[in-house]
């Protein structure tokens, strides 16, 4: 069987093998037909020289053969979305918060659809990859990116929805989720910063909280006015590093200025862009 007969890919296969080898234990494959004079033992008269002739032989052959297939049609950019990107500084923070404080996250998004924002469209492939089982975060993120969403869905099928998502209730979209805070913590968080702080500070020197009470602490920062966030992580940051609880009091302070310097990074610079409500843009994809 000549070598145009077992076809060049597979004499190139066999070329491929022998380079892993090497010449010294085993000689390159033997070729003929009209290409098979390129290669002749007068030429090369050692494997590694022929070797390398049939190499430059294939890949000439390879190159010649090749046929290009019709033309693709050019690809349909997404609609134009007048809102303006979002700050570069609010991309490093989204990076941050679905890192460390995944919580925010909703925070995040809400605040910047509301106040006229659209997400840069680097983050976008990763927000819709995060929420492919989750209706109404898949919504949110939709509602974020803007037109680019569908558009990337319809051409990278790991960024469409993991199941056939339903649409969420119009009641839930929009809205930031409730989180599990015991009583005496809820009444806790509706009075002043300096006092929500100082007993939180206080509760985590002495002992009274500690990592056990690390979620419902977390959910409570999540929700407390944000005006009152840069007191309590000026509190916070007062435990003593001899506390057992001080790495958690530093990690509560970080959390309390992460989301008071995400909430200023997405406020807005000048006139926001007419856009529709947020309920009516915050449809989940096809």
């Known amino acids: 069987m000549t070598t145009t007969e077992r076809g060049i890919d597979v004499h190139w296969d066999e070329l ?39 190499v430059a032989a294939a890949t000439s052959v390879r190159r010649a053969a090749f046929v290009p297939r019709d033309r693709a049609e050019p690809m349909t950019p997404p609609a134009v979305d007048q809102r303006p990107v979002c700050p570069p500084a609010a991309v490093r923070r989204w990076l941050h918060v679905v890192a460390s404080w995944p919580v925010l996250e909703d925070e995040w998004t809400l605040t910047l659809i509301e106040h006229g924002w659209r997400a840069d469209p680097q983050i976008v492939p990763a927000m819709l990859a995060r929420h492919r089982t989750d209706a109404v975060r898949r919504a949110h993120a939709v509602a974020a990116a803007g037109p680019i969403a569908e558009w990337l869905a319809e051409h990278v099928e790991s960024l469409r929805p993991a199941t056939s998502l339903a649409r969420p209730d119009r009641e839930r979209i929009g809205v930031l989720p409730t989180l599990p805070v015991p009583p005496d913590l809820a009444d806790l968080a509706g009075q002043p910063g300096e006092r929500i702080g100082a007993v939180l500070a206080g509760a985590l020197e002495g002992g009274a909280l500690g990592p056990s009470h690390r979620n419902v602490l977390v959910n409570t920062l999540a929700r407390v006015a944000p005006d009152e966030l840069g007191a309590i992580a000026d509190e916070l940051e007062q435990v003593s590093p001899n506390a057992m609880a001080y790495g958690l009091a530093s990690s509560l302070a970080d959390l309390a200025r992460t989301r008071r310097v995400m909430l200023d990074e997405l406020a807005v610079p000048g006139p926001p862009v007419v856009s529709p409500p947020v309920r009516e843009r915050m449809v989940t994809d096809r």
């Open 16 to 54: 491929v093998t022998v380079a892993l080898l090497g010449t010294d234990r085993r000689d390159p494959p033997p070729i003929d037909g009209p290409i098979g004079d390129v290669v002749a033992d007068a030429m090369a008269p050692n494997p590694a020289e022929r070797m390398l002739t049939e």
